[in-house]
C-alpha cells in the first residue's frame, strides 16, 4: 500500500472512532469497507481484521461509563450472544468467496439503511 493510501486510511480511521465515541456505533460496519476499499486487503482477511479492530469499542465504553448506568447483566448476556454470533459467522465466512462476502455485507448495509429511514433514524425498537 502507499503512502497516500495508508494516511487516507488512518484518517477514515480516526473518523470510525470518532462515529463510535459519539453515536455509539459505526465500528465494523464502517472499517469493512475502508479496510477492503481504501486499505486494498481481501475481503476474508479484513473480516478477521474488523474483527479485531472493533476491539476499540472498549475505548468508547470507557468514555460513556461516565454518563450512564448499565443493565451489566443484559450487556454481558448480549456480549455472549454476539460473541456466539461472531464465531458462527467466522465459520460461514472461511466458506464462502470474496465476492460472497462483499455481496452479504451490502445487502446488510442496504437493509440497515432502510429500516433507520423507516424508523426516522429513531431506534429501531423504542423503549416502553
Known amino acids: 500500500m502507499d503512502v ?41 482477511q479484513a473480516v478477521g481484521m474488523a474483527l479485531v479492530i472493533v476491539v476499540n469499542c472498549f475505548g468508547g465504553l470507557t468514555g460513556q461509563l461516565r454518563y450512564v448506568n448499565f443493565d451489566w447483566l443484559l450487556t454481558l448476556g448480549f456480549l455472549l450472544a454476539a460473541l456466539a454470533g461472531m464465531f458462527a459467522g467466522t465459520e460461514l465466512a472461511n466458506r464462502l468467496s470474496a465476492a460472497a462476502l462483499r455481496r452479504g455485507f451490502a445487502w446488510c448495509v442496504v437493509c440497515l439503511g432502510f429500516a433507520l429511514i423507516a424508523g426516522n433514524g429513531m431506534l429501531l425498537v423504542r423503549p416502553h
Open 4 to 44: 497516500l493510501m495508508l494516511g487516507l486510511a488512518l484518517a477514515l480511521a480516526v473518523l470510525i472512532g470518532l462515529s463510535l465515541g459519539l453515536l455509539g456505533s459505526g465500528g465494523s460496519i464502517i472499517t469493512l469497507p475502508v479496510l477492503v476499499y481504501v486499505a486494498r486487503i481481501p475481503a476474508p
